[in-house]
C-alpha cells in the first residue's frame, strides 16, 4: 500500500524550533515530489512547497518563502518540514502528500494523516 | 499567479438533493482542475482529477465538468457520508504553484 505516514503532534513554546517529518512507503519514494500543505484551525488549504527526494531540488511558496524549511533523506524515504523559531500563528495542521501529474497537471494523490503543531507560551 | 474563486463558501441541502459546487479560475487554465473531499479530522482526499475524470472508488455521483475559466463538482443524488468540504485546485508549472479554492462547506438540511 502507498502512503504517507507523518510524526505525531507537538506542542510548542514561541520561539523554539521544531522539525516534523513524513515518510514514503510503498512506492519510488526518490522518484515523486513530496509537497507540505498547511492548513490553519476552521481554515483552507494552502500549499507550502515541494521538493523531489531524488537530488533534495526545493520551490516554495512565495508566501511561506523563508519562514520555513522543507528537506528530504533519501536513504530513509522521509521528508521533513522544519521552523527555526516558532510564532503563534504557525499553529496548524500540516499535511504532506504526493503530486502527481494526471493528464497534463499535478494533483494530490497521497495524504499523510497530518501533524497538528500548537504553538503556545 | 492564477486564482480560484469557489463558490458557494456554505451549502446546506437535503439527502437525495442535487449539489453543485463551482470554481472560477482568474486565467484560462484548459482543464488543469482536480477536486478534493475532505472530511472532519481527516486529509483530503482527490475525488476528481483533470476537471472530469473520476478517481477510482469514488461513487459515481459525484462528476465533474467545465473547461477554460468555470468549473463545476456536482454530487447528482446527496448521501449523508458526503457530508465534508470541497476544494478545487489547479497546477501551474512556470514556476510550481499549487493553489486551492477557498472551500465549500456541505451540511446535511
Known amino acids: 500500500e502507498m502512503q504517507l505516514v507523518q510524526s505525531g503532534a507537538e506542542v510548542k513554546k514561541p520561539g523554539e524550533s521544531l522539525k516534523i517529518s513524513c515518510k514514503g512507503s510503498g512506492y519510488s519514494f526518490t522518484s515523486y515530489w513530496v509537497a507540505w500543505v498547511r492548513q490553519m484551525p476552521g481554515k483552507g488549504l494552502e500549499w507550502m512547497g515541494i521538493?523531489?527526494?531524488?537530488?533534495?531540488?526545493?520551490t516554495y511558496s512565495p508566501s511561506f518563502q523563508g519562514q520555513v524549511t522543507i528537506s528530504a533523506d533519501k536513504s530513509i524515504s522521509t521528508a521533513y518540514l522544519q521552523w527555526s523559531s516558532l510564532k503563534a500563528s504557525d499553529t496548524a495542521m500540516y499535511y504532506c502528500?504526493?503530486?502527481?501529474?494526471?493528464?497534463?497537471?499535478?494533483?494530490?494523490?497521497?495524504w499523510g494523516q497530518g501533524t497538528m503543531v500548537t504553538v503556545s507560551s | 499567479d492564477i486564482q480560484m474563486t469557489q463558490s458557494p463558501s456554505s451549502l446546506s441541502a437535503s439527502v437525495g438533493d442535487r449539489v453543485t459546487i463551482t470554481c472560477q479560475a482568474s486565467?484560462?487554465?484548459?482543464?488543469?482542475v482536480n477536486w478534493y473531499q475532505q472530511k472532519p479530522g481527516k486529509a483530503p482526499k482527490l475525488l476528481i482529477s483533470?476537471?472530469?475524470n473520476l478517481e477510482a472508488g469514488v461513487p459515481s455521483r459525484f462528476s465533474g465538468s467545465g473547461s477554460g475559466t468555470d468549473f463545476t463538482l456536482t454530487i447528482s443524488s446527496l448521501q449523508p457520508e458526503d457530508i465534508a468540504t470541497y476544494y478545487c485546485?489547479?497546477?501551474?508549472?512556470?514556476?510550481?504553484?499549487?493553489?486551492f479554492g477557498q472551500g465549500t462547506k456541505l451540511e446535511i438540511k
Open positions: 486565467q484560462d487554465i484548459t482543464n488543469y
Open positions: 483533470g476537471a472530469s
Open positions: 485546485q489547479q497546477y501551474d508549472n512556470l514556476p510550481p504553484m499549487y493553489t
Open positions: 502528500a504526493r503530486p502527481i501529474t494526471i493528464f497534463g497537471a499535478d494533483a494530490f494523490d497521497i
Open positions: 521538493i523531489y527526494p531524488g537530488d533534495s531540488d526545493t
